[in-house]
């Protein structure tokens, strides 16, 4: 059975997650591990974005951290710093149509956030979308 881009985005939060748990409690772990363990498949979309976001971690948080009005990422719950970071990645550094990478950031904060860190997130998008994507 093949799974859906939107699917793949729902393991990669839960990675993402998961590793921001290890990192706050200073808890060892390999990055090929907790993916094995959240999608036990070999999937270059998976590994992409994983890798990309931790790579970029900081970048990404600086520019989130710009767009946050009073607020910043550090304060954002674990989930919401997964999805931040994840679709932020996506908008910045893939060749995913833009709409789309919004689209699923807003989809997977409803489900798994509140309505004010979905509000947040989407003004954040937005933001980046008009002042930092490249427009070729």
Do not use: C
Request: proline share 1%; hydrophobic share 35%.
């Amino acid at each position: 059975m093949k799974i859906t881009r939107s699917e793949l985005r729902e393991k990669i939060m839960t990675i993402l997650y998961q590793i921001n748990i290890y990192k706050k409690d200073n808890i060892d772990y390999k990055v090929e591990n907790v993916i094995k363990e959240n999608y036990r498949s070999e999937n270059e979309f998976v590994n992409s974005i994983v890798y990309g976001v931790l790579d970029k971690e900081s970048e990404i948080d600086g520019i989130i951290n710009k767009y946050l009005k009073n607020w910043t990422i550090s304060r954002l719950g674990n989930i919401d710093r997964a999805i931040f970071r994840m679709s932020v990645y996506e908008l910045l550094y893939t060749d995913t149509p833009h709409v789309v990478s919004i689209n699923e950031g807003i989809e997977l904060s409803k489900k798994y956030s509140d309505v004010d860190v979905t509000k947040m997130l989407n003004a954040v998008l937005d933001n980046i979308l008009n002042n930092e994507v490249k427009n070729d």
